[in-house]
């Protein structure tokens, strides 16, 4: 079955270290990965999307690599602020009318 | 623009009650989807609509859920009747095009069933 996976544990960082975030995913082909924040009490709000064939993407203090051999995207906060602390999702569209399908979200603390 | 709204933002309610749950999306948008978030299992999709019609609500998790858009800025979620287990974080999103974009998502409605 499909599955996807984000770090289970809450992640904790210093402030201005960068932060890793990493989605696996298993028997899915997607078309592109969308990352998203949420803050408590609220809805997702989308940060990035990269496509099968690209291999990473930024915007700002964000980067995303996507490798679709490793089955795996990672998520990076660079020079990390407090205000960067919530829960990061990773969702996968497949193409077509698939749904999108989000992970579990991990939170990231970062500490001042 | 305002957003996706959604109303109410929270409801509490008994076992066996009917609930509704309401959405507007963002004007211009042709999709809507529904989902329900849980500590346990997540953001999960439970019906998403295109142009107004239901196209997949493989996550509608059995009869006593039924979700309705009777027109491209408004739809409601029913859950007759509610259970505990219904207790969730439910959210409506919307998207311009068919399911491939950013999704837009509402605040949420807290629901939780005594």
């Known amino acids: 079955s499909q599955k996807i996976e984000q770090n289970s544990e809450a992640l904790n960082i210093q402030e201005g270290k960068t932060a890793t975030l990493t989605c696996n995913y298993t028997?899915?082909?997607?078309?592109?990965l969308q990352w998203y924040r949420q803050d408590p009490g609220r809805g997702p709000v989308f940060l990035l999307l990269?496509?099968?064939?690209?291999k990473e993407k930024r915007k700002e203090r964000l980067k995303v690599t996507f490798d679709t051999t490793l089955k795996q995207s990672l998520f990076h906060i660079t020079a990390s602020q407090p205000a960067d602390s919530a829960t990061y999702l990773c969702?996968?569209?497949?193409?077509?009318?698939?749904?999108?399908?989000f992970g579990t979200g991990t939170k990231l603390q970062v500490i001042p | 623009d305002a957003g996706v709204i959604q109303s109410p933002r929270h409801e509490v309610t008994e076992m066996g009650q009917e609930v509704t749950l309401r959405c507007k999306p963002i004007s211009g948008h042709n999709s809507l989807f529904w989902y329900r978030q849980t500590m346990m299992r997540g953001l999960e999709l439970l019906i998403y609509?295109?142009?107004?019609?239901?196209?997949?609500d493989s996550g509608m998790p059995e009869d006593r859920f039924s979700a309705k858009m009777p027109n491209a800025s408004f739809s409601t979620l029913k859950i007759q009747p509610s259970e505990p287990r219904d207790s969730a974080v439910y959210f409506c999103?919307?998207?311009?095009?068919?399911?491939?974009?950013?999704?837009?998502f509402g605040p949420g409605t807290r629901l939780l069933v005594l």
């Open positions: 028997n899915y082909s997607p078309a592109y």
């Open positions: 609509f295109n142009n107004n019609v239901p196209i997949d």
């Open positions: 990269i496509r099968e064939n690209e």
């Open positions: 969702a996968l569209y497949s193409g077509g009318y698939q749904k999108v399908t």
């Open positions: 999103a919307s998207i311009s095009g068919v399911a491939s974009e950013t999704q837009y």
